[in-house]
């Protein structure tokens, strides 16, 4: 109901609880900004969203769906280098995302 928008007040309250949720699955992440800042500090550049989403892509982490979608279908996407995609790497160990 609340997704056809079926519902006539204008405030829902929906209350769930977390004890019985088996929360062993869900892995630990960091931020794009975190990521950022680690890497800057540890090998002294910087990777852009791009990069890190290509990296998260490879290795199965699903991300939300992007709205910001190329108008043509066959348009290419900048690579990332393998140093970059390493620094990335390692942050995401260092964050315990893989």
Request: charged share 35%; with cysteine; proline share 3%.
């Amino acid at each position: 109901m609340l997704s056809k928008g079926d519902v006539k007040s204008k405030k829902i309250r929906v209350e769930f609880s977390l004890e019985d949720m088996d929360t062993d699955g869900f892995k630990q992440g960091a931020t794009y900004n975190a990521i950022w800042d680690w890497i800057k500090a540890k090998y002294g550049y910087r990777v852009t969203n791009l990069n890190i989403a290509q990296v998260k892509q490879k290795h199965g982490i699903i991300e939300r769906e992007n709205y910001n979608k190329p108008k043509s279908p066959d348009s290419k996407q900048p690579g990332c280098s393998e140093e970059k995609v390493k620094a990335i790497e390692d942050a995401m160990r260092h964050f315990q995302m893989i």
